[in-house]
């Protein structure tokens, strides 16, 4: 019941900009934390950034200052604003939902979309 598409990905220059974007739908509720991650072949899922219900963030070490996370209550919509961009920022960039209360948490993940950074 909850379906999460990303979009925003694509070929960009080192030093450039991109803005992913995530569209979330379905049984959305009780909402902990919206954010992106990215995955490298071969290596284990990353966070890039994090907004929690009450709008605490978080950061890579490796992104920090180079990107923003940013939501949209009303349209269920989140987004990572990304400039100074770098080969290492080369991934597939997933955004993921986290549901729960008390009692319960659960992740729901979006297919992905690829940044490559190269000259």
């Known amino acids: 019941q909850v379906q999460l598409v990303e979009s925003g990905g694509g070929l960009v220059q080192p030093g450039g900009s991109l803005r992913l974007s995530c569209s979330a739908s379905?049984?959305?509720?009780?909402?902990?934390?919206m954010g992106w991650y990215r995955r490298v072949p071969g290596k284990q899922r990353e966070l890039v950034a994090q907004?929690?219900?009450?709008?605490?963030?978080n950061y890579a070490d490796s992104v920090k200052g180079r990107c923003t996370i940013s939501r949209d209550n009303a349209k269920n919509m989140v987004y990572l604003q990304m400039s100074g961009l770098k080969p290492e920022d080369t991934a597939v960039y997933y955004c993921?939902?986290?549901?729960?209360?008390?009692?319960?948490?659960?992740?729901?993940w979006g297919q992905g979309t690829q940044v490559t950074v190269s000259s």
């Open positions: 379905g049984n959305i509720f009780n909402i902990l934390a």
């Open positions: 993921n939902v986290a549901l729960g209360s008390p009692n319960y948490r659960n992740n729901y």
């Open positions: 907004i929690t219900s009450s709008s605490t963030t």
